[in-house]
């Protein structure tokens, strides 16, 4: 079985326990004569493959959260107890209690954390440097826009977190180091998938 | 006496207790004629006017931190014990032990964060909302984002703090309500610069 997951820029592909990323024109058509069940954060795509089955409506998470993205319901699904964080262009923070859904939130990845600093002032836009050191006060813009931006990802998910802390995402095993805790898993999404398959 | 605090678009005048904004070429217009002691984060104003002396090489912190704004200096030297936070377009959080700066760190202000969240996705450019609810966990997207901005600017203070903690510019008042040891001073970089001048 292949699954997909369909994003705004690119494609993951899950096929016997390794996934690959592609820009989304490509994967479709590299997997476009192969049987795939997928999931799509985007209903702009017109040239989805016919022997491709968009399985949305079987990705059924218990929650009270209005408008929850169909990746980050697949991704909450595959945990019943803990948190879980989702790092890329944004970073999502959700958490599991008992296979419920309680609720999460959205952090700016690190880029357009970057993104942000430099609309400030040109004297903030420095260099990202995800090993700053989080153990003593900047001396440094530099070190103290860093220290800020990780320090502040950190900090929000340890107020969170409840036993287990999950990271997927591009930005996860990075992240995932500044916790002990922590599980970095880059295939949640799929389990997800899985799960909602009764696979 | 009259003090000047010279930013990138605003100048916000002392004068006998009470403190007024302008925008800078209206500020320099207005108290033209006056006898006026200021600093400036921008070199660049040509029309300072010659009865302005500018006392930036009186504010002299002890600090190990390069590069530190003059604003920033300033503000740090009414405080002997404490945390700072000068929430603006940017929050710059820093640490005062003894009359010693021990360093700080730089946050993005709340509407640099705000374009962050644009510049990820449309659907994440909700509207800010300050008295977004802290005590739960987000249940939609709007919430989700507030909650984020929010508490990590509250979660990193708090992980930061020590003893005191003394807000000032645009969002302090607001951002002091968030803290039981807090007090908000819009005068703190003035009080600075009487520091640095003796008086």
């Known amino acids: 079985m292949i699954l997909a997951d369909i994003g705004n820029s690119y494609i993951k592909v899950y096929q016997k326990g390794a996934v690959r990323s592609f820009e989304v024109s490509e994967g479709l058509k590299r997997y476009g004569s192969e049987r795939v069940y997928y999931i799509s954060v985007n209903n702009n795509y017109t040239d989805i493959p016919k022997n491709w089955t968009d399985i949305a409506e079987k990705i059924e998470l218990d929650t009270s959260y209005l408008g929850l993205g169909i990746d980050r319901k697949a991704v909450c699904m595959a945990v019943t107890d803990g948190v879980i964080v989702d790092a890329g262009s944004a970073v999502t923070v959700d958490v599991m209690q008992n296979g419920v859904h309680l609720g999460g939130y959205i952090l700016p990845g690190m880029q357009a954390m970057m993104g942000a ?3 400030i002032s040109p004297k903030l836009a420095v260099t990202l440097n ?4 989080l153990g003593v006060l900047p001396q440094n813009t530099k070190d103290a826009v860093n220290y800020a931006i990780i320090s502040s990802i950190k900090s929000m998910i340890q107020t969170t977190a409840r036993g287990k802390i999950y990271f997927t995402g591009g930005d996860g095993k990075f ?3 500044l916790f002990e ?3 970095y898993d880059e295939t949640l ?3 997800g998938m899985m799960k ?3 696979c």
């Open 189 to 191: 999404v799929f389990q």
């Open 196 to 198: 909602g398959l009764e």
């Open 130 to 133: 995800p090993n700053v050191e």
């Open 117 to 119: 600093y430099h609309s």
């Open 175 to 177: 992240l995932s180091k």
């Open 181 to 183: 805790n922590s599980i």
